[in-house]
């Protein structure tokens, strides 16, 4: 991340946030998995949450920061590399927002908000749109930074 005091104020709001998110077993095992290019899911949720805040932020978004933040850091919580060739992984980007909320439900208590910000992240690959405005900037959040991460590897 940028160290310019903005910066500093979306990445302690990150940690006051969620801490129990980012120091988990589960968040933390997503250090070992890559997941777009040479970035890892851990790197790849933490991005997502940076910029669902500074979408947020930018544009004064009413939003509950708190939801937003949780859910953008847990919307890739599947635990397994998709990349690995197994028959359990062949429809990754139709199943995997499915299967995050499961594990990510297991873990921790999730708001109604939380989970539609999960479970609709891959919206229009899962059909049901979201219902949030939070799960809408963290769907917007998460193909900026994919799509950053594939061209430039950041």
């Known amino acids: 991340m940028k160290n310019n005091n903005f910066d500093i104020q979306i990445e302690s709001l990150i940690v006051f946030v969620a801490e129990d998110i980012l120091r988990s077993a589960g968040m933390q095992s997503e250090r070992q998995y890559l997941h777009h290019g040479t970035v890892t899911c851990y790197e790849h949720s933490v991005r997502v949450a940076y910029m669902s805040a500074y979408i947020a932020l930018r544009l004064c978004l009413p939003v509950n920061m708190r939801s937003l933040l949780r859910g953008a850091l847990l919307h890739d919580y599947f635990l397994y590399d998709w990349h690995e060739t197994d028959k359990s992984h062949r429809f ?10 499961e594990k990510a439900s297991l873990d921790f208590e999730l708001s109604e908000m939380e989970q539609d910000i999960i479970s609709k992240h891959m919206f229009p690959l899962n059909p049901k749109p979201p219902k949030y405005l939070e799960s809408v900037v963290v769907l917007v959040a998460d193909k900026i930074c994919a799509i950053s991460e594939l061209l430039y590897g950041r």
């Open 92 to 101: 990754h980007g139709f199943i995997h927002a499915k299967r995050a909320l």
